[in-house]
């Protein structure tokens, strides 16, 4: 899902943040990068501690090169409409998991 989406918000990046299809791309990309982090860290990093809410100890992820991607996605998101309360809350889920 990334290598496609990646392209496509790189070609919608000037787009206003009314456009739908910019904004649906962003969010599946930010959602996309916080999935791939949580394949490379909570499956194959297992442990007691891992995908437990709130994020705390050992379920602090490893890896966090996705994690912080989806961070600045998110920010982006935010940027544009600071409303968007799913992206809020996803946003602070990857400061936990980093």
Request: overall charge negative; proline content about 3%; aromatic content about 8%.
């Amino acid at each position: 899902a990334i290598d496609l989406l990646e392209p496509l918000v790189a070609s919608l990046q000037n787009e206003s943040s009314t456009n739908t299809m910019a904004s649906e791309a962003r969010s599946s990309l930010a959602l996309a990068y916080l999935r791939l982090g949580e394949r490379n860290n909570c499956i194959n990093n297992h442990s007691s501690g891992s995908c437990i809410f709130p994020i705390n100890s050992t379920g602090v992820y490893t890896d966090p090169s996705f994690s912080q991607k989806a961070i600045e996605m998110y920010k982006t998101i935010l940027q544009k409409d600071s409303f968007d309360l799913a992206s809020r809350w996803l946003l602070n889920v990857a400061y936990m998991i980093i």
